[in-house]
């Protein structure tokens, strides 16, 4: 009994610490639904423990208690590979950023010294023009 309630307290606080983590806008909704689904399976599984030994039967788990394990180790392995997407996705836009600024900097220095609107004898209207890399979700 004691067990089942301890889990139950700490799911809800859990749940109120992400609450109150997205209240004061230091945690993106995206991110607080994943850690809310979390504490909502501490809740569920600590205070009806007999849902570990049901879920357990139908997937074939000769030993129940084991499955919560390796439900949790393949939630962090999902979380990890999102991360990365995510990483790559800003690191992406980051370069991209990088090389318009680098552009805009050039142009910038080049109108600052009075430079001709033509470069190395093309004009400007006919010279190579530089492509958008983003794509429709990016930037």
């Given at each position: 009994m004691t067990s089942q309630l301890t889990?139950?307290?700490?799911?809800?606080?859990?749940a109120g610490a992400i609450l109150y983590l997205v209240r004061r806008d230091h945690m993106h909704g995206s991110y607080a639904l994943w850690w809310l689904a979390i504490a909502a399976s501490i809740l569920l599984l600590g205070v009806f423990p007999p849902v570990i030994d049901w879920?357990?039967?139908?997937?074939?788990?000769?030993?129940?208690?084991?499955?919560?394990?390796?439900?949790g180790i393949g939630m962090l392995l999902i979380r990890?590979?999102?991360?990365?997407?995510?990483?790559?996705?800003?690191?992406?836009?980051l370069?991209?950023?990088?090389?318009?600024?680098?552009?805009?900097?050039?142009?910038?220095?080049n109108v600052r010294r009075g430079a001709a609107p033509e470069t190395n004898g093309i004009p400007r209207g006919k010279s190579a023009q530089v492509i958008s890399l983003t794509k429709s979700g990016d930037v």
């Open positions: 889990s139950g307290v700490i799911g809800m606080l859990l879920l357990g039967g139908i997937t074939g788990i000769s030993y129940p208690p084991i499955l919560p394990i390796i439900v990890m590979l999102r991360m990365d997407i995510d990483r790559s996705r800003q690191e992406r836009q370069r991209r950023l990088a090389q318009k600024l680098a552009i805009l900097e050039q142009e910038l220095s």
